[in-house]
């Protein structure tokens, strides 16, 4: 059986589900999904509890818990915003001067380091990596320079000391180099205190976002223009028959 989470029934992938999940996300107004991805994340950890629940595995307090959780990141969501744009006023340019924006995660952060390479890959259009923690602290280290831009994301958690460390070392080692989240390692940091629980995630998901957001709207560029997808497309119908 073949599940689809979607913005739509009427999309391609629904149709041809056995079964769909709307994620009532809607239509999002940029071509570039943002409000999609932290729903389709939402979406996939809500049915993760509620199949938890039917076996047997969470207790009604438990999902109770869980979804309170989930109300708070989502409550924490708009401070979230206006801190990721205060902050951006005064460190926009070391990130912009970077030859590579690279966001480095641990956990449930891993996801939002690979959406916010994405993010600002397709919405500024900056060569832009998402590396776990475990790997950011290995080999891609020795490569590092001050032409990177090293955005590490600290949930506080079992990565705490290893986030810490590495933007420790991209800041006096490289000069090039924030921390997001708990425990800033200078004042240039973006501090927050994250208020979901397991669903962190979506409020790291914001502040990623709105950086490539406003990475793009800083360097002219209109969001709103319509994407030439007849490419992709092309390859979406590759296997259809003539």
Known sequence: MTVVISESAKTMAAKKADVFIDMHCGREEYPMRTIGYSATVLTVMMLGIAIGEWRGNLSSAEVCACLESAAAA????????EKTMGWLDHNRRNILRADCLIFTGGG??????LEGAVKVWETPQMVSIGFEMEEGMHGPNYGYSQRHCVIVLNDGGADNDRA???????????NNGFLI?????GEDDLEFEPKGGDFCCLEFAAAVQVISFRLAVDQGR???APHDNHVMMKYFRSHEED
């Open 108 to 113: 449930p952060l891993y996801g939002v380091a």
């Open 74 to 81: 989502a409550g924490n969501i708009p401070a979230v915003i």
């Open 164 to 174: 810490v460390s590495l933007c420790s070392f991209m800041k006096h080692e490289k």
């Open 181 to 185: 989240g708990v425990n800033p390692v």
């Open 222 to 224: 209109d969001l709103y």
